[in-house]
Nanobody
Framework: QVQLVESGGGLVQPGGSLRLSCAASGRIFSINAMGWYRQAPGKERELVATLTSAGSTNYIESVKGRFTISRDNAKKTVYLQMNSLKPEDTAVYYC???????????????WGQGTQVTVSS
């Protein structure tokens, strides 16, 4: 079974940086799209950044120029580098990966367990 394990969250002051990691394990035939979501207290979950298997990236406007999504194919890991953090970035961050386990099975999404990012002075 595929599992995504997140790490790298924590408490940081405004203007600081954090690097989130999401490592996939298990039987994986291929990885398609990858993404990071976040959910702030009292708010709906929102898509923050996406990365396709071809390397294309997209970001919500509020994080452009500050966040960078990347991957390490050999390690089956997706990262989110977060710089110039703001209090409004405070949320639980979730990674999401679209995976094909075997060639004959349809693609499905897997979620990380979530990691708390708190930006506060």
């Amino acid at each position: 079974q595929v599992q995504l394990v997140e790490s790298g969250g924590g408490l940081v002051q405004p203007g600081g940086s954090l690097r989130l990691s999401c490592a996939a394990s298990g039987r994986i035939f291929s990885i398609n799209a990858m993404g990071w979501y976040r959910q702030a207290p009292g708010k709906e979950r929102e898509l923050v950044a996406t990365l396709t298997s071809a390397g294309s990236t997209n970001y919500i406007e509020s994080v452009k120029g500050r966040f960078t999504i990347s991957r390490d194919n050999a390690k089956k890991t997706v990262y989110l580098q977060m710089n110039s953090l703001k209090p409004e970035d405070t949320a639980v961050y979730y990674c999401n990966v679209d995976v094909t386990i075997y060639p004959g099975l349809p693609m499905r999404s897997y979620w990380g367990q979530g990691t708390q990012v708190t930006v506060s002075s």
